[in-house]
């Protein structure tokens, strides 16, 4: 199986009700594919030189995108309330496998797997 950066990029307009709950493993679908796409989510990875920003899956109601490489780099993660696109919340993951990021519930966070939590239970 490839991995998220071997995948092939689909390009085909999706909109938020088309993105899928799970997470891919054929493709990535990237957010300039996506119909309804805020420009802060298109420049998310401008400041790393991380261009593509890939579609991951849903947690409960937000949508979770990376820019970045999901191991030991340099990459940046945003979830997007699928209710109310006005609603974000980031997450940067450093090579050295720490992190920073705010939660939904206000909060900051340092490790990804409780920012993905408060995520999920959100809500």
């Known amino acids: 199986m490839a991995t998220a950066e071997e995948r092939p990029i689909d390009t085909t307009l999706v909109h938020t009700v088309d993105l899928p709950a799970t997470p891919q493993r054929d493709r990535n679908i990237p957010a300039s594919a996506w ?18 920003v ?5 947690i409960g109601r937000w949508l979770l995108w990376r820019a970045g490489p999901a191991v030991k780099a340099d990459s940046r993660y945003m979830a997007i309330d699928a209710d109310d696109l006005t609603r974000r919340c980031t997450f ?15 909060r900051a966070y340092e490790r990804f797997r409780t920012w993905k939590e408060a995520l999920r239970d959100s809500g």
């Open 92 to 106: 940067r993951l450093f090579p050295d496998g720490h992190g920073e990021g705010n939660g939904p519930d206000g």
């Open 35 to 52: 119909a309804e796409a805020p420009g802060e989510l298109l420049e998310l990875g401008e400041d790393i030189n991380q261009p593509l």
């Open 54 to 58: 890939a579609y991951k899956r849903r």
